[in-house]
Structures are given as C-alpha cells and as structure tokens.
C-alpha cells in the first residue's frame, strides 16, 4: 500500500546498470539525468532513514545516563536543546526567510503545530518507559507502529486493505490482548507510543516537501519552547531541576540532548520526503529491535513466558505485513515497466 508517489519505484536493476553500448558508429546511449537523480535520491533517502532508526535505537542508553533527572525534565531539555542547535543550522545556512515563509503558510504551519503536540507526548512516553524500567514495553511501541500505519491508512485515508493487511491486523489486536493479560494491563506505553508516533509520521508526510526536514524541526521545537521553558522554571523553582545541581557533565549530557534528538529527527524527515511509505515501514524495524536488545541485554529486565508469546504473535503479525508490502511493491513495478513498454 503505496499511499505516496514513490520516486525509487520508476527504476528497476536494468535502468541502473550500466549504459547501453553505442550502435555502430551512432552516439553513446547514456540513461536519462532525471532517472539517475531519482536514484541518488532514493539512495540518500535510505542512508537517512538507517541513520534515524539507528539513532532511536539506541537512544535508551543515552537516557540510562541522564539519571536522576526525570522524563518531564527531560524532554523540556530537549526542546530547549534543540531549538538551540536548530537556530545555529539555521543562522549557518541562512534559511531565516525560509522559516518565516513556513509560518506565513497555513498549509504548512498548522500541520507541524500538530506534529510538535504528537512528538511532545511521544518524547514523553518513550522517555518515561525507559527511566522506570519498562524499555521493553516501550519497544513494542515501534513494533506495532507499522500497524498503526496501516489503519491510519483506512481511518484517515479511507483506504481499502488487501486481503493479508487484515490478516496482519487482526494477529495484532491478538498480540495486543495476549500482552494485556501478560502485564495484567493495557500495555498504555506502547499504544501511546505507536499511535502518537504514527499520526507524527502522517502528518510530517503530508507535509511534504513544502517544508524541509530543517524548517519542519524548527517549527516544532519553536512551537514547544514556551511550555518547555516554564517547565524549566517551575523545576529549579521547587527545587526539582537537576540540569545544575549535579555537576558539569550531567549539565553537557543534558544539553547534548539537543543535537542527540535534533539529527535522527532530521534524517527521519529527510528520509520520509524521499521515500514510499513501503520503505519507511522496512527501515523502521531497526529501532525497535535495537531497543528490544538493549533492554534485555543491558538493562537486563524480564520476559517472561507469555510475554515471550506476545512478543511472537505482534513479529508473526509484522512479518505477514513485510510480505505484503514487498507483494505489492514487485507488483507495483511490474505495472510500471508495462505501461512504459506500452507507451
């Protein structure tokens, strides 16, 4: 289920190949220059996308050392942080009327008021089920996101599912109600996490190339500073900030928060403005398998049994979505090469 153009679709291995040999005595056949930047393009949007999951999953490490501070101080650290380096690309790539132009643009400011909402409570859930021991919970939030993807696509879209994309789904409602009666509750931290960050990714691709991966972040941490700011204040005011109070390398590790979320947020909108969501939804298995591995390898907490079993079904349930994904991208190619030939 394409729900976007897909710029790496028009190609296939034999476009890529090396140039035609020249007829006899004619000139050399060389491929089109608008087929060759499709697929920089497509390959710069991969590299990206590595890079972003790749980052995320790891992040739980870098929260793991932020200790004390909390997921509320946090998360304003964040923001604050990354409005910081957001206004240095900014001032060194001179894109000052690039950003004023994003917020003089309805179509393009409404939708990222609304992705700095979804990022907020999504940086919040993540961070808070790392600093109390439930990384592995929040890693089946990514696992399922691709799930939420799909729904998202009839909800919002009203797009019609294939025969296995119901299979998927359905084995995920399972996996999610095998995992309730394992933790004795909703898993909340992971729903939250893939609904919030699912809606995030829909609404960063709509977005489009309307507004780069640069001036989408800066408007986001612009429009969360405020809050973040007073969050800050009230803190050191009771005496609950701990940015100062434990010395400067808690202070660095703190501030580096702004250039540890600000570039994975950055390949990740590099990533989705080159890409078809079919990519999208592969690359993003890297960062919940990083932070299953970290949270049992690491932080050592515990599967049990039935966990184990849920954990089985939601892969079972991505892995009939990764056929199908693949199904129809080869199918998606196949039409494409027939209508070329037959033009």
Known sequence: MNRVPTPDGSLSPATLSAPAAPASGGPSKRPPAALKAVDTDTTAGIIFGIGAYGLWGLM?????????????????????????????????????????????????????IIAAVLIAVNWLTYVYGVTTGQAVEASLGYFINPLVSVLLGVVVLKEKLRPLQWAAVGIGFIAVGVLTVSYGKLPWIALTLALSFGLYGFVKKRVGPRADALTSLSVETIVLAPVAAAVMVILALTGAATVTALGPAHFWLLAASGIITAVPLLFFGASARRLPMTTIGLLQYFAPVLQFIVALAVFNEPMTTDRWIGFGVVWLALLVLTVDMLLSARKNSVNRKLARAAA
């Open 60 to 112: 739980p490490l870098y929260f793991f050392l932020l200790q004390p501070a909390g997921a509320v101080e946090i998360v304003a650290n964040r923001v604050l942080w990354s409005l910081v380096f957001c206004v240095l690309l900014i001032t060194v790539t001179r894109s000052w009327p690039v950003l004023g132009a994003a917020f003089r643009n309805r179509t393009v400011i409404l939708p990222l």
